[in-house]
C-alpha cells in the first residue's frame, strides 16, 4: 500500500474537531498517511503568522498536491479577503466538485437525488474587482475569459465520462449578460459538440432552473455552473438532501486538490463536541477515491451509509443526540 503526504489545515470554529474526527476515521480504515499539519484562516494569526494564508501552507500544498481542509472563518463586509478564494485562485483550484445525493436515515421531502454540481472556481464576479466610482456608487466587474469557460466546460465533460453520468445542464443568464453568460454557453457548447456529442446536453436560465431544482431535482444529472451561481446552486441543493452537514466538496486543478468540507466554522458550537463531522468524513471520501485508494474510499462509505441508515449515534442536526466523539467511534467501530 502506497503511503501518501497530506496537508492538513484544520481550519477555524469546529474545523479542528471535524478534521481531526475525519484523520482518524481514514486511518481506521486503512489509510497509510503523513499529515503535514499547516494553519489557514484566524487560526494562522493566532499562531503568529502574518496573513490568514501563510505562504508555508501554499508551498505545502504545491509541493504534495492534495490537502484537507476544514472551515474558515470569512468576515462579512470587510476585513480580509476570504481565504477559500485566495487559495482556488492562487493554486488554480478552477474546478469546484459537490456531489448531493440523498442518504438513508436523513429525511427530506425529497428522495432518490444524485447530482453533481461544478462550478467554475476563479473569475466572474468573484474576481473581486470592485470600484467606489463616486460616494453612494460602486460597481463589482464579471470576469469571464475564454481560456476558464473551456476549460471548466471541459472538466465537467470529462468528469460525467469517468463517472458514467450521462447529462450536463448549463445553468446561465445569457438572456441578460449576454458577453459573459454568452462566452461561458458558446465555450460549453462547443466542448459538447467537438469532443463530447455523447453526452446529453441543455441549458436553462438560472432563475426557471431553480424552480425545476425545488419542484423535482431527481431530473437533473450533472449541473454546470459559472462562479456566482454554481456557489447559491450547490447550497441550494444541499438543502434537499439535508444540509451543508451531510454533503462533500472538492476544488480541483490540474495538478492540486483540496478537499474541505463546505459549511461554515459554526463559532457558536465550537469546542462544544458536539459538531457533525459527516461532511468532512465524505470529503475524505472523495479525496481516497482522488489518490486511488478506492478500496478505502468503499469502505468507509458503507460504514457512514450503514451508520445513518441504523439511526442510531447521530449528531443532532441529524436527529440525535451524540457529540463529535460518539459519532466518530461509532463510524471507527463499522470500520473494524
Known amino acids: 500500500m502506497a503511503k501518501h503526504t497530506i496537508v492538513l489545515i484544520p481550519g477555524d470554529g469546529i474545523g479542528p474537531e471535524v478534521t481531526e474526527a475525519t484523520r482518524q476515521v481514514l486511518e481506521a480504515a486503512g489509510l497509510s498517511v503523513d499529515w503535514v499539519e499547516l494553519p489557514a484562516g484566524t487560526r494562522a494569526i493566532e499562531q503568529g503568522f502574518e496573513n490568514v ?17 476544514g472551515p474558515v472563518t ?61 460616494p453612494g456608487v460602486v460597481t ?20 460525467a465520462t469517468r463517472q458514467h453520468r450521462k447529462r450536463i445542464t448549463v445553468f446561465h443568464k445569457a438572456n441578460i449578460m449576454k458577453m459573459t453568460d454568452g462566452l461561458f454557453l458558446k465555450c460549453a457548447r462547443r466542448i459538447y459538440e467537438e469532443e463530447y456529442p455523447n453526452i446529453e446536453y441543455n441549458e436553462l436560465i438560472i432563475d426557471a432552473a431553480c424552480m425545476k431544482m425545488v419542484q423535482d431535482p431527481t431530473q437533473f444529472d450533472i449541473v454546470l455552473c459559472e462562479n456566482l451561481y454554481g ?8 438543502a ?17 486538490a483540496v478537499f474541505e468540507a463546505v459549511h461554515g466554522s459554526a463559532p457558536d458550537i465550537a469546542g462544544k463536541g458536539v459538531a457533525n463531522p459527516l461532511a468532512c468524513i465524505m470529503s475524505g471520501v472523495m479525496m481516497l477515491n482522488h489518490l486511488h485508494e478506492e478500496a478505502i474510499a468503499e469502505k468507509v462509505r458503507n460504514a457512514y451509509n450503514s451508520l445513518l441508515a441504523e439511526g442510531k449515534s447521530l449528531t443532532r442536526d441529524l436527529g440525535g443526540t451524540a457529540g463529535t ?4 467511534d461509532a463510524m471507527i467501530r463499522r470500520l473494524k
Open 240 to 256: 434537499l438532501v439535508g444540509g451543508l452537514g451531510v454533503v462533500p466538496g472538492a476544488n480541483i486543478g490540474d495538478d492540486v
Open 53 to 69: 494564508l501563510p505562504q508555508r501552507t501554499l508551498a505545502a500544498i504545491q509541493a504534495h498536491k492534495v490537502a484537507l481542509k
Open 140 to 159: 463589482s466587474l464579471k470576469v469571464a475569459t475564454e481560456t476558464a469557460c473551456t476549460r471548466i466546460a471541459r472538466y465537467a465533460f470529462r468528469y
Open 325 to 328: 466523539r460518539e459519532f466518530t
Open 74 to 134: 470569512t468576515p462579512v463586509a470587510g476585513g480580509f479577503t476570504s481565504v477559500n478564494v485566495q487559495l482556488r485562485k492562487r493554486l488554480m483550484l478552477y474546478a469546484a466538485v459537490r456531489p448531493v445525493r440523498s442518504l438513508a436515515g436523513v429525511k427530506t421531502r425529497y428522495e432518490n437525488v444524485d447530482l453533481v454540481v461544478i462550478r467554475e472556481n476563479t473569475e466572474g464576479l468573484y474576481s473581486g474587482i470592485e470600484n467606489e466610482v463616486t
Open 231 to 238: 456557489d447559491v446552486v450547490s447550497d441550494l441543493c444541499a
